[in-house]
C-alpha cells in the first residue's frame, strides 16, 4: 500500500476533529486511533519487525501533511516516531516484542527528557538512576511530557548514578511509580496531554536502551535527526495551512463598496508572496536536510540543526503575517489561523530551541565543540588556524 493510500483517511479523520481537539484541549483519540490502524506508527522502523521502512522524507511528507491537518496530532506522532528510534538501535531485552508492538500500532510512545531543573537542556538530566539490591530505582520530574497518559511506553533519560552522563530506559506506562501531574492546558498544540509526570519506579537494566551510559549518544544519534526533521516539518505544515487559507480568504473576501476582493490590495498580495516565498524557502532546506540524513555528508550536522531553527523561525513569521493579512476574520475562529499561529508557537520552545541551535550551529560553523568541556571550549577556528595552544 503507498503512503498516500495510508495517510489520506487519518488525515480525513484528523482534520474533522482538529477544531474540537483545540477547543476542548482534548487528546486527539480518533486520530491516533486511525493512526495505529494505517500502519503509520511503524514509518520509519525496519520491515523485519513489521514497519513501513521509510526514510526522512517520507517522514517529513507524512508529518507535513499530519500538521496540515491536526498540529496536535502531528506532535503526538513525532514523538511516538522520535521514542522508537532509539528503541529500534538499542532494543531493551527486557521488552523483547517492543518495535514489533511500536511498529503495529499496539503501542504508542513518547520521549520523557525535558526535566524541570534543567529545563531545556534535555542532555543534562538532574534525576539519577541508582542501583538497589534488586535493580534500578529512577525518579525523576519530568517537565512535558507529551501524550502523557495517553501513551503505552515512555522512553525517558536518566543520569546515571556517577552523574557523569545519560542512560534512557523504556518504561511501560503501566508499571507502577508513574503519575500525570496535572492536566496539560497550552496556549497551542492543545490536544498534545503535553503534562508534567512524576517517575519513580523500580525497573532494571533490562528495560536500558543499550548500555550502561549509552544514552547521550542515542539521544544525539538515533532521536534528535529524526526530531529535528519532524519538528521542522510541523513547521512546515501548520504555515502551509497558514499560507493556504490567508491566499483563500483574501481572494474570496470582498470589500464590495470598492468591487474588489481584499487580495486587489497591493500591500495583502506583497504579504501573501513574502509568505509564500518564506515557507518555500524553509521548505526546500528541509528537503535537502532530510536527503542528507538519508545519505549522510560532512555537513549532515548543520543540516540537522539549521532546519529545526529556520523552519520554526518561518513558521513564526508566516503565520504571524496571515494573522495581520486576514485582519478581525483571522482573530476570530472560523478561518483557523488562529490554530495555526498557537500551534506554530510551540516548535521553537521544544527542545533543542531554535536559540539553542543557532549558538550550537555558529558553534559548529567557528570550529567550537557544541558543549563546553573545560578543556575544550576555548579552542576556536583562529587559535587552531594560528596554531596557537589551545
Ligand atoms: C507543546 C510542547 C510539547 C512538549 N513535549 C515534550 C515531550 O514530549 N518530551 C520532552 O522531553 N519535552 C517536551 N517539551 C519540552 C520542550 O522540549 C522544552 O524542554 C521546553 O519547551 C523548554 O521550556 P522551558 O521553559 O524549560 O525553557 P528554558 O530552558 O527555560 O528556556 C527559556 C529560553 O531560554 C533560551 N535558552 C535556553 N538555553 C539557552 C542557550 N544555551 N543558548 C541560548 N538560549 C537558550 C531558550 O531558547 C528559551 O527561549 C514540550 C514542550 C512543548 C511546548
Redesign the pocket.
Known amino acids: 500500500m503507498d503512503l498516500q493510500s495510508r495517510v489520506q483517511p487519518v488525515l480525513k479523520v484528523a482534520r474533522e476533529h482538529a477544531h474540537a481537539v483545540d477547543a476542548d484541549g482534548r487528546f486527539p483519540q480518533e486520530a491516533v486511533s486511525a493512526l495505529r490502524a494505517s500502519g503509520l506508527l511503524g514509518l520509519t522502523l525496519p520491515t523485519d519487525v513489521g514497519g513501513l521502512g521509510g526514510g526522512p522524507s517520507e517522514l517529513v511528507e507524512v508529518v507535513s501533511l499530519l500538521a496540515g491537518a491536526c498540529g496536535s496530532t502531528s506532535?503526538i506522532y513525532l514523538?511516538h516516531v522520535s521514542a522508537s528510534m532509539p528503541v529500534a538501535a538499542a532494543p531493551p531485552a527486557g521488552m523483547p516484542r517492543l518495535l514489533e508492538d511500536l511498529a503495529s500500532g499496539r503501542s504508542l510512545a513518547?520521549?520523557?527528557?525535558?526535566e524541570a531543573g534543567s529545563?531545556?537542556?534535555?542532555w543534562a538530566p538532574l534525576s539519577r538512576a541508582t542501583t538497589t539490591r534488586d535493580g534500578i530505582h529512577i525518579n525523576a520530574k519530568?517537565?512535558?511530557?507529551?501524550?502523557a497518559g495517553h501513551a503505552d511506553v515512555y522512553i525517558i533519560s536518566t543520569g546515571t548514578a556517577d552523574a557523569e552522563t545519560v542512560d534512557l530506559f523504556a518504561i511501560p506506562a503501566k508499571m507502577s511509580g508513574l503519575s500525570v501531574d496535572r492536566p496539560w492546558s497550552?496556549m497551542?498544540?492543545r490536544g498534545?496531554s503535553?503534562s508534567p509526570m512524576t517517575i519513580n519506579v523500580d525497573t532494571s537494566e533490562e528495560f536500558r536502551l543499550g548500555a550502561a551510559g549509552g544514552g547521550f549518544d542515542l539521544m544525539m544519534g538515533s532521536v534528535l535527526p529524526w526530531f529535528n526533521l519532524g519538528n521542522s516539518a510541523v513547521s512546515i505544515g501548520l504555515s502551509r495551512a497558514a499560507v493556504d487559507a490567508a491566499v483563500s480568504h483574501t481572494v474570496g473576501t470582498r470589500l464590495e463598496h470598492l468591487d474588489q476582493s481584499l487580495s486587489a490590495l497591493p500591500t495583502i498580495r506583497a504579504q501573501l508572496a513574502k509568505m509564500s516565498i518564506d515557507l518555500a524557502n524553509a521548505s526546500a532546506y528541509l528537503d535537502q536536510a532530510a536527503a542528507r540524513v538519508a545519505d549522510p555528508q560532512d555537513d549532515t550536522p548543520l543540516f540537522v540543526l539549521g532546519s529545526k531553527a529556520s523552519s520554526n523561525d518561518a513558521a513564526l513569521r508566516i503565520t504571524d503575517a496571515a494573522m495581520r493579512v486576514c485582519g478581525g476574520a483571522a482573530f476570530s475562529e472560523h478561518l483557523q489561523i488562529d490554530r495555526y499561529f498557537r500551534d506554530a508557537r510551540?516548535g521553537h520552545?521544544?527542545?533543542p530551541?531554535?536559540?539553542?541551535l543557532y549558538?550550537f550551529y555558529g558553534r559548529a560553523i567557528t570550529g567550537r565543540p557544541l558543549f563546553d568541556a573545560p578543556e575544550a571550549a576555548v579552542e576556536t577556528r583562529e587559535t587552531a588556524s594560528t596554531g596557537a595552544a589551545a
Do not use: I, P, Q, Y
Not at 513518547?110 to 525535558?114: C, D, G, H, Y
Not at 529545563?119 to 534535555?122: A, I, P, Q, T
Not at 530551541?353 to 539553542?356: E, F, L, Q, R
Open positions: 506532535m514523538m513518547s520521549l520523557a527528557f525535558s529545563r531545556s537542556h534535555f519530568k517537565s512535558w511530557v507529551t501524550s497550552g497551542g498544540l498534545n503535553s510551540a520552545v521544544m527542545a530551541t531554535s536559540d539553542v549558538e
